[in-house]
């Protein structure tokens, strides 16, 4: 004779997907030692020191000219 009861089972996920993404982009930075602020200093910093070296040249260079108009 067979038994006629069942048990259910439950089953929950422990981690969610945001959570294990999150999780992951944590230790990925942890162990590299970077992050998006890193990407972001390094680009703002890239991008300054661009635009004043561009400007530093185009002054240098129109008062290079004004010195060579008044000799």
């Known amino acids: 004779m067979k038994d006629t ?3 259910t089972i439950g089953r929950t996920e422990s ?4 959570e294990f993404l999150a999780d992951c982009g944590g230790l990925l930075c942890l162990f590299s030692g970077f ?9 703002f910093h ?3 020191r661009w635009w004043c070296h561009t400007f530093r040249k185009r002054r240098l260079s129109r008062l ?3 010195k060579i108009a008044l000799y």
């Open 35 to 43: 992050s998006l602020i890193t990407l972001v200093e390094a680009f």
């Open 46 to 48: 890239l991008v300054v």
């Open 15 to 18: 981690y969610s997907q945001p």
């Open 64 to 66: 290079n000219s004004i």
């Open 5 to 7: 009861t069942f048990t």
